[in-house]
């Protein structure tokens, strides 16, 4: 028999390692864990907060079964739910003293329980759904009227401008209901305001009222209005839970104006609700730097429409700053905030505005030279200075750079935060459902009793009808799965309970590549051929077979990947994994077993395949 190549050999026994070395973090399972994270856009949660946690619960007497500094915040594991139900409420109460307006957000999580030198290794377990793992859904009706009122009363703004830029003289620019009302002395001065507003602004459609235009949205600005409100709220709402540290969030779009929100692994209810519902919205003021103003504002003073402030340097010192209450813009006339340096290669924010908010600054800049703006942010009614920088010179183009006390991580951070901070309509919560982990264990020990059970009795009867090669097919199913499991894993997907029904449908299908292997050789042999010959030619003949009945699941497969949603696309991304995995064991593994049995043999005279049934050589004279 012609010798298998060595390199077959190697390559299966590389891919069952590695197989198994991705596999093995899913054996460890999940422990209970509490996530820190910052409340506020000025306030970071790093490496130095660790030491101030670890006082926190030693005083409380709670022992800690690891600490894990991350992007979003500092996560705690614990040996069991009591200790982490102790951790949380000795954090909440030192962390946030005041209750009514929280600095930090402490959420019970889950951590994987896998040894540090597997996950230093990138060897990570696989997401679990809320289905298997538990969690909190949330469905949330997004508010369309309430976007259309947003959107007219920054269009009246913006119209208030234009008319006093050319010197158009009005009585008023009033939103009324779902119009803007703008009224005019004379006719002469109307038409002028209808063609300028006509050819600058081609989303409102106009009507002549007696000395007035009334401006409405047209039907296909509220359209795209709709689709960019929803577009930016599920974005805001990402950005959101990022913070909690939630591992393979769904967010989708459900219908015209509803958005689901899924958080796997997360018990505090109400912790995630007070995340979903942050609003963030900019402003950008002038500082007050009247001589004495800041001193006398600080006794209790506070100089006539100005406010106190508190801004933070590098090293997350407060000092106070006062600023003037009149507000020079708004995010609503932000349209991109990106990270960068400035010129002398510090951590920058470049900010882009629109046509309107970019004519605004330039003056604004122009007439304050040397003065100090500052950029809050707010959040929940509380505003925080982000930067105070000194204007240099006047700033056009629409094109703004912050830089000041900032890292790189805080430049990324403060424009991912202006730039998707503030929800574009406001929303409300509908439905809202709890997955006990409770139920999400006995949803994954029932689906792995049900695949476990459907592959005994497959190997139960390949055992029994194809003998040796039925149980060298059992083992190259086996492969099959790590296979599956170790590439859901070093993917990092979620696996969800129809992702369980398609492991087992994996199975089902998987099996198949190898009863048709089998059956050829059978042929070959009932043909007259030698043993060896009959395992070659089998396999080989059998390869298109095979290749064409999977790639048509395949296809149906990338159907459900490409227009399905939620449950179907976690089941199709199964079924696709599975699709490769099931033509490397049966074709490959299973072959490199069956020349390991057979191929030291020089003189075959048979093989252990089952009972070969030979059709009758001459049907008249009855041999066989």
Known sequence: MKRYPLWKYVTVVLALALGFFYTLPNFFGKAPAIQIASNRATLKVDASMQSRIEAILQDAGVESNGFFVENNGVKVRFANVDQQDLASKALEKALNPDASSPDYVVAKNLLSSSPAWLSSLNALPMYLGLDLQGGVHFLLQVDMPGAEQKRLDSLAAELRVLMRDRNLRHAGINREGKTIVIAFRDEETQQKARTLIERDYADLALIEAEGKLVASLRPQALATLAESAIQQNINTLDNRVNELGVAEP??????????????????????????????????????????????????????????????????????????????????????????????????????????????????????????????????????????????????????????????????????????????????????????????????????????????????????????????????????????????????????????????????????????????????????????????????????????????TTLIAGLALLIFGSGPVRGFAVVHCLGFLTSIFSAVVVSRVMVELVYSRKSKLVSIAIGQIWKPDASPATGKK
């Open 250 to 551: 769904v967010i989708v779009q459900q219908g015209a104006n509803r958005i689901v929100v899924q958080l796997p692994g997360v018990e505090d209810t109400a912790k995630a609700k007070d995340i979903l519902g942050r609003t963030a919205t900019l402003e950008i003021r002038m500082v007050e730097e009247t001589p004495g103003a800041l001193e006398s504002a600080a006794g209790g003073a506070l100089p006539y429409n100005t406010e106190l402030f508190v801004e933070r340097n590098r090293d997350g010192l407060e000092y106070p700053i006062l600023l003037k209450k009149q507000v020079v813009l708004t995010g609503d006339h932000l349209t991109d905030a990106r990270p960068g340096f400035d010129e002398y290669g510090k951590p920058a924010v470049h900010l882009t505005f629109n046509p309107t908010g970019a004519k605004i600054f330039r003056d604004v800049s122009r007439e304050n030279v040397g003065k100090r703006m500052a950029i809050l942010l707010f959040e929940k009614g509380k505003g925080e200075v982000v930067t105070a920088p000194v204007i240099q010179s006047e700033i056009g183009g629409g094109r703004v750079q912050i830089s000041g006390h900032m890292t790189s991580r805080e430049a990324s951070d403060i424009a991912l935060l202006l730039r998707s901070g503030s929800l574009a309509a406001p929303m409300e919560i509908i439905e809202e459902r709890t997955v006990g982990p409770s139920l999400g264990a006995e949803n994954i020990a029932r689906g792995f009793r049900s695949t476990l059970w459907g592959f005994v009795a497959i190997v139960v009867f390949m055992s029994v009808y194809y003998q040796l090669f039925g149980i060298i097919s059992s083992l190259a199913l086996s492969s099959n799965i790590l296979f599956l499991i170790a590439l859901l894993s070093m993917l990092q997907a979620t696996l969800t309970l129809p992702g369980i029904a398609a492991i087992a449908l994996t199975l089902g299908m998987a099996i198949d590549a190898n009863v048709l292997i089998n059956e050829r050789i059978r042929e070959e042999l009932r043909a007259g051929m030698p043993p060896h010959t009959a395992i070659v030619a089998g396999y080989e003949r059998a390869f298109d077979t095979i290749l064409d009945s999977n790639i």
